[in-house]
Structures are given as structure tokens and as C-alpha cells.
């Protein structure tokens, strides 16, 4: 855990400033900048990469990819600026809250995996590239996108312990489990061997 430094007001209002940068739906966004239609009634009707990417276009889910990720990483490097190391993993932590709940949609959101990528980039860079590099690596060997998103959560633990980053450890595993909680369906699906893979429309 990180040294409290903030009060407790500080660390609510970045809690606030975390959780709207996270709840911009850039997915739904992008979609409809690209004529691609209504990203809700496409697919598995969720508002990330991967259903973006079910429309066909590699540049929207590409554009959805780095947005998504980068709202968790400037909620950090935002806080981390003009607060303290425990206001950013705060916001980081709300951005992802953000992004899996936002008030605009009624609270259905997406599952938070590339915010999630984005704000381990932006508090600890070594276990971000580590935690993409191992979705990557399992995304080319499976081709399945939640097995991924699942394998790099559960090594966040692993990267942080092994680069050095205690403070950020208490963090690391309450996003991995969120993870995990939710890609509840997913994990059904993979076990029933009916997960779709990749680029599958």
C-alpha cells in the first residue's frame, strides 16, 4: 500500500476525477464516428476493443485500445502531478470503476482490461509492459481475447512483486480480481470450450 499523504476529501475528489475520465465510453464513440452503428446491439454488446473490433475495423478497435487505456493512465499521471502517489492509484482505481460502471450507461460498462493496462502503465511502467507483453503472448498463442486479459491480471501480482513495486501491490490484486469478476461469463465460456476467439465477428 501507498503512503497516505492526501486527506481524505483530496483523495475523494480524485476518486471523482478518476471515475469520470473512466467512464467516458469511447468504444460507443468511436463506433458511431466510424459509421459503424450502435456498438450495443453488435456483437457481444459490450463497449471495449474486442467488440469494436467485431465491427470489421481495426482502426476503430485500434482508436477504442488506446482511448480506454489511456483514461486510467491519465488519471494517474493527473493525480500523481499535482497530488500525491496515493491520490494516483485512487484515481487509477476510480477509472477503472469508471469504465466498468458508467453513470451515462446506466452503470454497463465495459470489463475494464486495456484502463486496466493503462494505469499499471502509468503507476509502475515496468509491470505494464510486462502485464501487455503477457497478453500479447497469450492472445498469439490462443487467439482468444478474455484468456488473455484473464492470464495478464493474474501475473500483475508476479510483476509487481518481482519489479520491486510493494507499495502498489494492494492495488495490483483488487484490479486483478476485478478482472476476474468481470469475465465471469467469459471464464464459463472457456471452460465450455465456446469462448470466441479473436476477430471473430
Known amino acids: 500500500m501507498p503512503v ?11 476518486a471523482s476525477v478518476g471515475y469520470l475520465f473512466g467512464s467516458i465510453p469511447f468504444g460507443i464513440v468511436i463506433t458511431r464516428l466510424f459509421g459503424l452503428g450502435n456498438l450495443r446491439e453488435i456483437g457481444s454488446g459490450n463497449i471495449g476493443t474486442t467488440n469494436v473490433l ?10 477504442t485500445l488506446i482511448l480506454d487505456g489511456g483514461k486510467g493512465a491519465i488519471a494517474v499521471l493527473i493525480a500523481r502531478a499535482l497530488a500525491a502517489e496515493d491520490a494516483a492509484q485512487v484515481a487509477g482505481l476510480a477509472a477503472f470503476v469508471g469504465h466498468c460502471f458508467p453513470i451515462w450507461l446506466k452503470f454497463k460498462g465495459g470489463k475494464g482490461v486495456a484502463t486496466y493496462l493503462g494505469l499499471m502503465l502509468a503507476l ?19 487467439r482468444i481475447s478474455s484468456l488473455s486479459a484473464l492470464v495478464a491480471a493474474a501475473s500483475t501480482a508476479i510483476w509487481l512483486f518481482a519489479f520491486g513495486y510493494a507499495s502498489v501491490l ?28 479473436i476477430g471473430k465477428k
Open 170 to 197: 494492494g492495488l495490483g490484486i483488487l484490479v486483478s480480481f476485478l478482472v476476474f469478476w468481470r469475465h465471469k461469463d467469459n471464464i464459463s465460456r472457456l471452460k465450455a470450450g465456446t469462448e470466441p476467439k
Open 54 to 63: 467485431r465491427t470489421g475495423s481495426k482502426p476503430a478497435a485500434a482508436a
Open 4 to 14: 497516505f499523504e492526501s486527506g481524505l476529501i483530496a483523495l475523494l475528489l480524485w
Open 124 to 142: 509502475a511502467w515496468p509491470v505494464g509492459i510486462a502485464c501487455c507483453l503477457t497478453w500479447l503472448a497469450t492472445a498469439l498463442l490462443f
